[in-house]
Each structure stands twice: as structure tokens, then as C-alpha cells.
Nanobody
Framework: QVQLVESGGGLVQAGGSLRLSCAAS????????MGWFRQSPGKEREFVAT????????YYADSVKGRFTISRDNAKNAVNLQMNRLNAEDTAVYYC??????????????????WGQGTQVTVSS
């Protein structure tokens, strides 16, 4: 079955960096656009970033543009999220997700077909 497994979360001070990774299995990874979402307590899950199936195109939420970078390695079935200049508002559970056959860019959670279990990112101020 399809599995998306996130890793790399943790506790970091404001201004610091973290790199999240998502390992995919059970799907033809190279045909899926991939996305990252996040959810803070009491808030809706929100879009963070997405990358096209070839990796040629990316799209970001305004709140993370210029600080976060999404990338993928189709040979390793992996997608990454490099997060720089973190602040307290970035504290959330981060989820990777896979979408196929939807118009670009897919920024709403109901477009995505598969989800990981999430990894916690906590930014201390």
C-alpha cells in the first residue's frame, strides 16, 4: 500500500533551520505532484508548498515564500522541505501529501490522494 513517512521534525530556536524529508513507497512517485501542509492546534490544515512531478516547478504559500524550499529526488522517492528563518508561527505538525491528475498547483487538502502521518516542528521564541 501507499506510504508517506515524514522525518526531520523537532525543536528549534527562532531564526533557525530544519529540513523535513518524506519517503514515499507503494506508488509511482514520479507521476505525482507532491505537497507539504501544516496544522497548528485549533487551526485548519494549511498549504505550505508543492512541487511538480518532475521537480521543475514549485509553488509556495505567501507565509513561507523566500524562507522555505521544496525539492524532490525521484530516484529516491523522496520530497524535502528546507525551512529557514523559522519563527513561532511556523510551529505545527507538518504533513507531506501526494496528488495525481489535478490542475497545477494543488493547494487544497481535499485535492490530495495520499498523506503521511506528520512530523512535529516546534519553534521556540
Amino acid at each position: 500500500q501507499v506510504q508517506l513517512v515524514e522525518s526531520g521534525g523537532g525543536l528549534v530556536q527562532a531564526g533557525g533551520s530544519l529540513r523535513l524529508s518524506c519517503a514515499a513507497s507503494g506508488l509511482t512517485f514520479s507521476v505525482y505532484d507532491m505537497g507539504w501542509f501544516r496544522q497548528s492546534p485549533g487551526k485548519e490544515r494549511e498549504f505550505v508548498a508543492t512541487i511538480s512531478r518532475t521537480g521543475a516547478t514549485t509553488y509556495y504559500a505567501d507565509s513561507v515564500k523566500g524562507r522555505f524550499t521544496i525539492s524532490r529526488d525521484n530516484a529516491k522517492n523522496a520530497v524535502n522541505l528546507q525551512m529557514n528563518r523559522l519563527n513561532a508561527e511556523d510551529t505545527a505538525v507538518y504533513y507531506c501529501a501526494a496528488v495525481y491528475g489535478r490542475p497545477w498547483p494543488s493547494t487544497t487538502q481535499n485535492e490530495y490522494h495520499y498523506w503521511g502521518q506528520g512530523t512535529q516542528v516546534t519553534v521556540s521564541s
